[in-house]
């Protein structure tokens, strides 16, 4: 469970355990504070009523640390939420929360459930160590680049039939495996392809990758995709898959090309986890701003999709095949990205009175670093330099 | 010019300019010989009406270069890896005796870069009849390659395209990075002694580098990743990982840099020497002592005496 990956801490790190019982009255009688829609508890809150529940000893002492007491009004009403889903793969399905709010300078609280249904919150101090603490303990250790049959600006409906032929390559290679056939081509009839790929959207099966894509990254339901037949002329042109005649019984088939069978075996043999994201920040207009991803780690790469839509509604997809270091400099752009956007101030109209003295405290400029290897300055929570590429601090 | 040329405005200009050049020469030479005798002590008497012509005739083609770069066709020629954003860049497609393709001055218009764009280079499979241009013109390898010093990077990806130059076949060379490397040489653009940028600032840059090492197998890095290809004449600009028809392996053609001039063709490394020297240069391994050394040898080579 990612609650376990949690506590795997650092010298320094604090993590604090809340049981559901004690949300309520933690938040609502005790602190007295407001949740928000983007609280990571919102669904314990929101059906609480005030004053209906008691708060156990150990929550009790919660409030008193210092540590935890300044975290209170972010979990409650956070300015970023971001919701990891994670599943697929060997691993089964789970997810996990990560917010913050100025009032808490940088840092980043995550919070998932644990076995016996209590919640644990990890407090990082920065995007930099979240993304640390995410590589360590979910990425894909890869160092070198493979090749990337996936190419961006994709539609989303060509993406979800690529997604199927390695599915259909390893459902494929399965049974070759269970009928002891290691001799005859890997194809698949054409007239189960479609009918196949519909019952794997149903299954909600996580052991395949597309239901997998599905059920962990956000909202897909609101871009609902349209397969279309250049989306079927997609998978011939970028070699996933390629028609032919079986030799035997005259039947249509599919063969899979050079990307279908390297990314069928890939997938096969090594993948182990998928991870969607989504980003919320509170206030109007910074939404669309932020990205939806999907991440799957395997042996050889880590593969990164970014969800891109459209003026028109539709639903891009852009793929990369990423190694280690490149989707840590990947994660903490965006993570920072997010983070600025619920760290600005929102837009004030012309004829308002002056904001009271006592607002949030400024976040202040990252410190700065010399890079061992060109010498220029960047910024200390960079892992890897931006001028020369160099790896800046120890992993 | 606010529109790209058509090509007949475009022969109207080249026309233009290449008889300003001729006379340019003309009157050069007339000067030169006007001068020749004389006493090197002595200050050189020109013919100032010959003055007042060189000096309008170079006016009339810095005129002429201005107009010809401002109506260079801009062309979707590429497509980011990272992005999926097409590149587009000028390009004289309708033959090499164009101002873009003069090596030592290319008349190109200002670009507007993509963010990840890093270099452009190419190569040109010539075909003939060769272009009959006076401009020394260098079109590369006439086959597609790497450069290995740029993709040593896992950052940096190359994009290779092509797209026809009169009755050529050009062959694009794009190299995109992300995150973006701002302290190591980019490369010249193709056919050009410099290339431009974008710095962190914002502000556009000019230096120049040639590389000398090139790599002709491409398979390598596409199966590693690092280079793409677009299919000929894919109007989309469809990206593609894989080998499997890949147009732009194991062809045959010269991996020398190629050179025209005069309607001659030459190739080798010989210019590559200078252009080694000339990166020493702005290394500043040039020296005081050796331009004034050097204006003496032109001085001497001018009078004839060298």
């Known amino acids: ?395 | 010019m606010q529109h790209s040329f058509t090509p007949e405005e475009r022969q109207a200009l080249l026309d233009a300019y290449f008889a300003a050049l001729a006379e340019r020469r003309r009157l050069g030479e007339q000067a030169l010989a006007a001068s020749a005798g004389q006493d090197e002590a002595a200050p050189v008497e020109t013919d100032e009406a010959l003055e007042v012509s060189l000096a309008a005739l170079e006016q009339e083609m810095e005129r002429l270069w201005m107009t010809y770069a401002g109506g260079v066709p801009h062309v979707g020629l590429s497509r980011c890896p990272f992005t999926g954003e097409v590149f587009t860049h000028s390009l004289d497609y309708y033959g090499l005796d164009g101002l873009w393709w003069h090596y030592e001055a290319a008349a190109r218009p200002e670009e507007e870069y993509l963010p990840t764009f890093f270099a452009l280079d190419g190569a040109l499979a010539l075909s003939e009849p060769l272009d009959n241009t006076p401009l020394l013109v260098a079109t590369g390898p006439e086959i597609p390659f790497v450069l290995p010093r740029l993709l040593q990077y896992t950052q940096i990806k190359a994009v290779l395209s092509s797209f026809g130059v009169g009755h050529h076949q050009a062959y694009f060379i794009v190299y995109y990075a992300d995150p973006m490397l701002w302290e190591i040489d980019r490369v010249n653009e193709w056919g050009a002694d410099y290339y431009r940028y974008v710095d962190i600032e914002g502000a556009l840059q000019v230096d120049a580098y040639l590389d000398d090492e090139r790599d002709f197998d491409l398979e390598a890095w596409i199966r590693a990743g690092q280079l793409l290809w677009i299919a000929p004449g894919d109007a989309e600009f469809q990206l593609r990982g894989h080998l499997t028809d890949c147009p732009y392996l194991n062809l045959p053609g010269s991996r020398n840099p190629v050179y025209l001039q005069n309607g001659e063709r030459w190739e080798g490394e010989n210019l590559d020497d200078a252009w080694v020297d000339a990166n020493s240069l702005a290394e500043g391994a040039w020296s005081a002592e050796d331009q004034q050394a050097l204006e003496r040898a032109l001085k001497l080579w001018e009078e004839g005496n060298l």
């Open chain 1, 1 to 395: 469970m990612i609650a376990d990956k949690l506590l795997s801490l650092q010298e320094g790190e604090f993590v604090f355990a809340l049981t559901r019982d004690d949300l309520g009255p933690l938040f609502a009688d005790r602190a007295g504070v407001a949740h928000s829609a983007l609280s990571p508890f919102v669904e314990v809150l929101r059906d609480y009523a005030p004053g209906s529940g008691g708060l156990t000893p150990q929550t009790a002492e919660l409030l008193a640390d210092p540590e935890f007491a300044p975290l209170v009004d972010t979990l409650a009403a956070p300015q970023l939420l971001i919701r990891q889903r994670l599943g697929g793969g060997s691993a089964s399905f789970d997810e996990m929360r990560v917010c913050a709010s100025p009032t808490t300078a940088e840092r980043l609280l995550a919070v998932a459930v644990t076995d016996d249904g209590g919640y644990l919150v990890r407090v990082f101090e920065g995007p930099g160590a979240f993304v640390a603490w995410w590589m360590e303990s979910l990425a894909g250790r890869n160092e070198e680049t493979i090749a990337n049959y996936v190419p961006p600006r994709l539609d989303l409906g060509a993406f979800l039939l690529i997604l199927h032929t390695v599915d259909m390559f390893r459902r494929v290679s399965y049974q070759r495996a269970l009928n002891f056939d290691y001799e005859s081509t890997v194809s698949v009839p054409v007239a189960d392809f479609a009918p196949l790929m519909s019952r794997a959207l149903q299954s909600r099966d996580l052991r395949w990758l597309l239901p997998t894509f599905v059920a962990v990254t956000p909202n897909l339901a609101d871009v609902v995709p349209e397969i279309r037949p250049e989306h079927s002329q997609a998978l011939a042109d970028l070699a996933f898959l390629r028609n032919a005649k079986d030799a035997q019984t005259g039947e249509d088939i599919l063969l899979f090309g050079e990307a279908g069978q390297s990314m069928g075996v890939e997938f096969m043999r090594s993948w182990f986890l998928a991870a969607g994201f989504e980003f919320s920040v509170a206030g109007q207009g910074a939404q669309k701003e932020l990205p939806r991803l999907f991440i799957a780690p395997t042996a050889l790469a880590n593969h990164f999709v970014r969800l891109e839509m459209s003026p028109e509604g539709g639903c891009t997809v852009n793929h990369q095949a990423y190694t280690y270091p490149q989707l840590e400099v990947k994660l903490q752009e965006i993570l920072e990205r997010a983070y600025a956007l619920c760290a600005r101030p929102a837009p004030q109209p012309e004829a308002a009175p002056p904001p009271p003295e006592a607002t949030a405290p400024p976040t202040t400029a990252p410190a700065q670093v010399l890079c061992p290897h060109c010498g220029e300055m960047v910024d200390a929570n960079m892992r890897f330099c931006v001028h020369c590429g160099g790896r800046v601090s120890a992993a």
